[in-house]
């Protein structure tokens, strides 16, 4: 792997990426990092999965932004699509979060107006840190009852949708300030609306897929555009990986 921009000389691997990824020290609110992957022409997946477009040097990011996060932030059908199940760590990246002060897994949070998440699922049941199920009061109380029992940290975060506000602001109560969203597209277009995105973390693979699928970000409106600043650029054999920072808060 090299840097484009800014310039360095050589290759490099993952103690590098550890540092150009690094979170701003001494958060006081949560910093939201959104993590996506697409091809050349902007597909979001392939064959119904972002995992279809990933690669090694993907992989290899995606593992260190975990690793650096406290709280893994993803709306329930990306969540079902992927088989999401608790965070795990390489022995490497373990004590990375040990030499960072972090706890040893950083829980998943899920987002599901309905709560439409099965109990019963490795998302639920198969992790180190009980998932945070972020959900609304119209949700049935049934769904919402179950998923307590069987584990999640069920909160709701809004009357009939789930605000994304008040989801960061929970995170934030909880000191959950580095935050990494993997999406998808409507939780990030949800977090576009409501200005919360900080840094915008993107893989573009070298492939071409045309198709029906999705773009990264989507929702039912058009918000003024966030501005944002190239803060890094990385290349792997024809790989791209993109970091960009808001501009402005």
């Known amino acids: 792997m090299h840097s484009l921009w800014p310039a360095r000389a050589g290759e490099f691997g993952t103690d590098t990426l550890v540092e150009l ?23 979001v997946t392939f064959a119904g999965r972002a995992g279809g477009l990933s690669n090694e040097a993907d992989q290899q990011l995606f593992a260190v932004l975990r690793a650096l996060s406290q709280v893994v932030l993803v709306g329930a059908g990306t969540a079902r699509v992927e088989g999401y199940r608790g965070v795990r760590l390489t022995p490497a990246n373990a004590e990375l979060r040990s030499r960072l002060g972090l706890a040893p897994h950083p829980p998943i949070a899920v987002v599901s107006g309905s709560a439409a998440i099965d109990p019963d699922s490795g998302l639920i049941t198969d992790t180190a840190t009980p998932t945070i199920v972020f959900t609304t009061a119209d949700a049935p109380a049934a769904r919402r009852d179950a998923l307590t029992a069987a584990g999640a940290d069920v909160v709701v975060t809004g009357k009939s949708w789930v605000d994304p506000a008040l989801i960061v602001a929970e995170l934030g109560e909880r000191g959950l300030h580095r935050v990494l969203c993997e999406g998808g597209p409507r939780l990030f277009g949800d977090l576009v609306m409501a200005a919360l995105v900080d840094e915008m973390c993107l893989t573009i693979t070298p492939m071409l897929l045309a198709g029906p699928a999705g773009r990264i970000a989507h929702g039912l409106d058009e918000p003024a555009p966030l501005g944002l600043h190239l803060a890094g650029a990385l290349h792997d054999n024809g790989t791209l990986l993109l970091r960009y920072v808001r501009s402005t808060h």
Do not use: K, M, T, W
């Not at 990824?21 to 597909?43: K, M």
């Open 21 to 43: 990824y690094a979170y701003p020290e001494s958060l006081d609110r949560p910093h939201v990092r959104v993590n996506f992957v697409s091809s050349v022409d902007g597909a």
